[in-house]
């Protein structure tokens, strides 16, 4: 798909230029010595009723740079009634810290009020399209405003599923006018799972609907990929990212980095590959191979959610 889209704003949303993950480990250093970035992207649930010091920095940061609400338990394709209990907590967040835009993965994370605390892969048919319509609709009434939608990394599928990921993704953006999340990370890793073409899964996006795109790095563990956001972007992650930017004229970019967490100063050096990139230069960096044979890699969020609870 071609788009001629170039410098207008998705549904009314701007591109934001580079940002980074905001994370506990830098805060101090931001507080000190400045964002370094043009916007961060906070998760959602890590700041609902939170009174305490990574609160206040949020707070703090919200006043200078623009910050994009990026939650985890939304659970859009779950059988569950929506939360609107957590709905509402999440609209006054986005309120109180003037969110640019609230997104979410295109998943379910739970059933039955019991959270996985993992990004689960939906069936893609007709009935859980005409499912996932009807709630998006509903939450994006409730949000008062356009909800942005994740493609998830995979590693499973399922058997009964009718429509590729892009023709469901792509269709539910037409159809409730949604917003897409654009994971090329996401891309490259399901890809090498399921054997579909990453470049054929981005130009088959409706383009103008794409508001951001997430970057992040993944490792291999003899041969299988995950989603860990542990390690520097591979080539082949940043060339999906140059298709994506082409096609829409540029969108807002963010890198992920959830593990193994470099110091602020390095992570800014690795955002700031993606204005080499734009500008014709592509890295040559390979997929990290897993550090340790004998421990096995853990795919994020879980991995994420493991370590707050260690630091419980």
Not at 2 to 7: D, F, L, M, Q, R
Not at 70 to 78: A, K, N, T, Y
Not at 254 to 270: K, M, S
Request: hydrophobic share 40%; net charge negative.
């Amino acid at each position: 798909m071609v788009c001629n889209t170039a410098s207008k704003p998705r549904l009314g949303l701007p591109n934001l230029g580079l940002g980074v993950g905001l994370r506990n480990k830098h805060m101090s250093y931001i507080m000190q010595h400045g964002a370094g970035v043009d916007w961060f992207e906070a998760i959602s649930e890590n700041y609902m009723d939170n009174h305490g010091y990574t609160r206040y920095v949020l707070n703090q940061l919200a006043e200078r740079v623009p910050i994009v609400l990026h939650g985890v338990s939304l659970s859009i394709g779950s059988c569950d009634p929506l939360n609107f209990a957590y709905l509402s907590q999440l609209k006054q967040l986005a309120k109180e810290v003037n969110a640019r835009w609230i997104s979410d993965h295109l998943c379910w994370t739970g059933i039955s009020s019991v959270n996985s605390h993992d990004l689960l892969p939906m069936p893609l048919t007709e009935e859980s399209f005409a499912y996932v319509v009807q709630r998006v609709r509903i939450v994006q009434d409730f949000l008062e405003q356009p909800l942005i939608l994740e493609n998830p990394s995979s590693y499973v599928q399922f058997a009964e599923s009718s429509l590729f990921e892009w023709e469901f993704l792509g269709q539910l953006a037409i159809e409730t006018g949604c917003g897409i999340l654009l994971d090329v990370n996401n891309v490259f890793v399901s890809s090498s799972h399921h054997g579909f073409d990453a470049e054929f899964y981005i130009k088959s996006l409706p383009c103008q609907y794409i508001v951001q795109i997430h970057i992040a790095g993944p490792s291999d563990n003899g041969g299988l990929l995950i989603d860990t956001h542990d390690h520097p972007v591979p080539s082949q992650v940043w060339q999906l990212y140059a298709l994506a930017q082409q096609l829409t004229g540029g969108v807002s970019t963010l890198l992920e980095w959830d593990a193994n967490i470099p110091d602020y100063p390095q992570l800014l050096n690795e955002l700031h590959k993606a204005r080499e990139v734009l500008s014709g230069k592509m890295p040559d960096i390979r997929v990290k191979v897993a550090n340790n044979k004998n421990t096995h890699s853990i795919s994020t969020p879980i991995d994420f959610q493991l370590e707050l609870m260690d630091v419980e």
